[in-house]
C-alpha cells in the first residue's frame, strides 16, 4: 500500500526515514530501479548495519544512500518524489518534506495510533499539503471451505495507519 500511495516507480528518487532492518528499503530500492535512488535516513548505526548487510544480502544496496542523520534536522536532498516515514514523530518532518519535495511530490507516514495519525494528518494539512488521506491497515484471516467459508474464530489483527498527501 505504501508503494501504491507513494506513486514511486524506476527512476524514482525517495527519502526515507526509519530504515530499520531494511525490509521496507528493499521494496523502495526494488521500485526505483535501475536508475532511481532511495536515500534511507536512520538514526541508530547498529540498525543501519542490519539494513546494509540485508540490501547487499538482496543485491539492492547499490540503489541505496544510507543516512545516519537524524531526518528531523532537514533533508539533504531536493526535488524528490516522495518522502515515506516509519518514525515516531513523522510531523515533525512536514516542513522540511514540503520544502524537498517536488510539485506533486507524495507524503507518506506509517504509524502505529490513532493519536499519531491525527497529528501528522493535521500537520500536513497546516502545511499546505493536498489531498491528505488516513487509512487504516488490517488484515483479517478467512477460514475457506465449500459453503462455510468465514472470518477465523479467533483472531490477532493489528492494525496501523498510513497518512498520504501531496504537494502542490
Known amino acids: ?4 500511495k507513494s506513486g514511486i516507480g524506476p527512476g524514482s528518487r525517495v527519502v526515507e526515514a526509519g530504515t530499520g532492518s531494511g525490509f521496507l528499503t528493499a521494496y523502495l530500492a526494488h521500485a526505483v530501479r535501475p536508475d532511481g535512488r532511495v536515500y534511507s535516513y536512520e538514526l541508530r548505526p547498529e540498525f543501519q548495519e542490519v539494513a546494509r548487510r540485508n540490501l547487499s544480502i538482496l543485491g539492492l544496496d547499490c540503489f541505496v544512500t544510507f543516512k545516519l ?13 516522495a518522502v515515506i516515514l516509519d518514525m515516531p514523530s513523522p510531523w515533525a518532518v512536514v516542513e522540511h518534506a514540503y520544502a524537498k519535495l517536488r510539485h506533486g511530490g507524495s507524503f507518506v507516514a506509517f504509524v502505529p495510533t490513532v493519536n499519531q495519525m491525527e497529528r501528522v494528518a493535521l500537520e500536513l494539512r497546516r502545511r499546505g ?3 491528505v488521506e488516513a487509512l487504516e491497515l488490517m488484515a483479517r484471516e478467512y477460514k475457506v471451505a465449500p ?4 472470518p477465523v474464530t479467533v483472531s490477532v489483527t493489528h492494525t496501523g495507519f498510513l497518512v498520504c498527501a501531496r504537494r502542490p
Open 1 to 4: 500500500m505504501i508503494l501504491v
Open 69 to 81: 542523520k537524524d531526518i528531523r534536522d532537514g533533508i539533504d536532498e531536493d526535488d524528490v518524489d
Open 129 to 131: 499539503f493536498l489531498d
Open 147 to 150: 459453503g462455510e467459508t468465514r
